[in-house]
């Protein structure tokens, strides 16, 4: 398995609290992306970088903000937590080309928001 | 933007029977690839496909892409009970800059 981490692997919070959620590679990876996964709905992106400081928003990012101050880490923070935002969070990293995005996941957190 | 369409959601084997998963995007892709999800796992990848109309295989799997490139399937032959798990697939929109993962088929098997 590639070099990639996240924690906390499990996280219970309330409504309203703050929560950041670390994405942390050893592969020297370009790209890294943070997803989310609900029953019946797949992998949704929320928010991805292309590079330390460059990121841009996924398909379900409100309510969510990252940022990336190395190549290694990637932090997802929820400002302020919703029971809507249970879920369980998986980050992903590629070597992007134009034609390959082989994606190498982490073990995932499961969030509980109360 | 993007769409990617996978059906089944569901799929329910005998052990030795054989599974499909289907994938359809609603714009050309420039490639797809497939994970597979064990069961309180992380999705892990299997393969790529790049050229209009390629085949490929891994053992009891046959992926293929479509002529058009905007669908593909997975087939698996005679399966396994370790073959259980959610397959996914991915298509790559270069202009898009990143892929989108259809919602997934889980195949379960019965021993």
């Known amino acids: 398995d590639a070099g990639i981490t996240q924690s906390p692997r499990h996280k219970v919070t309330e409504t309203g609290t703050p929560v950041t959620l670390r994405c942390h590679q050893t592969?020297?990876?370009?790209?890294m992306y943070w997803y989310r996964q609900d029953p019946g709905h797949g992998l949704r992106l929320i928010h991805y970088?292309?590079?330390?400081?460059?990121?841009d928003k996924g398909e379900v990012s409100d309510g969510y903000s990252v940022s990336r101050s190395k190549t290694e880490d990637f932090l997802l923070t929820l400002e302020s937590a919703t029971s809507s935002q249970t879920s369980v969070y998986f980050c992903?990293?590629?070597?992007?080309?134009?034609?390959?995005?082989?994606?190498?996941f982490g073990p995932g957190t499961r969030l509980t928001v109360l | 933007g993007q769409q990617v369409m996978q059906i089944p959601q569901y799929q329910h084997v005998q052990e030795g029977e054989d599974f499909t998963t289907y994938c359809n995007s609603s714009t050309t892709l420039s490639n797809i690839q497939w994970y597979k999800q064990r069961p309180g796992g992380h999705p892990v990848f299997l393969i790529q496909?790049?050229?209009?109309?390629e085949v490929k295989k891994q053992k009891r799997l046959t992926f293929q892409f479509g002529e058009a490139k905007k669908n593909s399937s997975l087939h698996i032959t005679a399966t396994q009970t370790t073959d259980v798990g959610t397959y996914f697939c991915?298509?790559?929109?270069?202009?898009?800059?990143?892929?989108?993962f259809g919602d997934g088929t889980t195949l379960t098997v019965k021993p």
């Open positions: 970088s292309y590079g330390v400081k460059d990121t």
């Open positions: 991915a298509g790559l929109n270069t202009n898009a800059g990143k892929s989108t």
């Open positions: 592969e020297n990876h370009r790209y």
């Open positions: 992903a990293i590629s070597e992007f080309r134009t034609d390959s995005n082989e994606q190498f």
């Open positions: 496909l790049v050229k209009s109309g």
